[in-house]
């Protein structure tokens, strides 16, 4: 995935919320995890959720992402 779509993308949970991102981050920043040259998701550095990137293809619909433990399932 290029860096420049790294840096477009954002988790839609974070950007739909009033809560504010930590000091230094864009507000739904997310990161790649996987093997390099390979990724296999993205994750939320706000808020922890894990988006598959599947062939190819980031999915970032809310309800198919996997998401920290105790958090809300939809924004409010």
Request: glycine share 10%; net charge negative; charged share 30%.
């Amino acid at each position: 995935m290029d860096e420049e779509w790294l840096r477009i993308l954002a988790c839609p949970w974070c950007v739909g919320r009033p809560d504010p991102p930590e000091a230094g981050l864009a507000k739904g920043a997310l990161e790649l995890q996987g093997p390099a040259g390979k990724p296999e998701a993205l994750r939320c550095r706000q808020c922890g959720r894990v988006y598959r990137i599947e062939e190819g293809v980031p999915n970032l619909l809310i309800e198919d992402a996997t998401q920290p433990e105790g958090s809300p399932r939809q924004a409010e």
